[in-house]
């Protein structure tokens, strides 16, 4: 199945920051990859789809890049509601599969 | 808008079968445009796909847990359901129902999850 790691583990910024989340796949998933954003005892949120698309409802400051192995999730301006964790999840391949999860925690 | 709500016992003793219901509203389990999920996520852990269900009743599951999982679909009460046999502690987790839209023509991601119920595994 495709493994995908997300970097860093935690990352710790402040509001009006720039944050930038990374999902490495361990083979190319083309541009079939997804992110989502989950807030403590709630579902994830689909934010992006295809790597680069936001979902509706997504405000601008979410955007999304990469292709083959290399993904990245960017947060132009840091809002305080965007303080969660955010998941990457490939659907490439058979398996489905999701990464272990980025924490993003207010500095 | 599209809802859909978990429910099922939250408690489950090892070695028994986990059953859950998904109960979809503002939209139907019968279209052909939607495939119906069951995502798990152990707590403090990071999510798993377990499997999906067509209209149709054609499904997929995730190899890791093939042997032990069944999703089945009630068109006539618009719900769609799991079973987990043989369940060991190692299954405690919250496990959420989620569309996926097929209707482009390709299936993107989930983009409608239940709030989830958790299950806890334990004599």
Partial sequence: EIVLTQSPATLSLSPGERATLSCRASQSVSSYLGWYQQKPGQAPRLLIYDASNRAT??????????????FTLTISSLEPEDFAVYHCQQRSDWPITFGQGT???IK | QVQLQESGPGLVKPSETLSLRCTVSGGSVSSSSYYWNWIRQPPGKGLEWMGHIYY??????NPSLKSRVIISVDTSKN?????????????T???????R????????NF????????VTVSS
């Fill in chain 1, 57 to 70: 409802g997504i405000p601008a400051r979410f955007s999304g890049g990469g292709s083959g192995t290399d």
């Fill in chain 1, 103 to 105: 924490r993003l925690e």
């Fill in chain 2, 56 to 61: 149709s009743g054609s499904t997929k599951y």
């Fill in chain 2, 79 to 91: 719900q769609f359901s799991l079973n987990l046999s043989s369940v060991t502690a190692a299954d």
């Fill in chain 2, 93 to 99: 987790a919250v496990y959420y129902c989620a569309r």
């Fill in chain 2, 101 to 108: 839209d097929c209707s482009s023509g390709t299936c993107l």
């Fill in chain 2, 111 to 118: 983009d409608f999850w239940g709030q989830g119920i958790l």
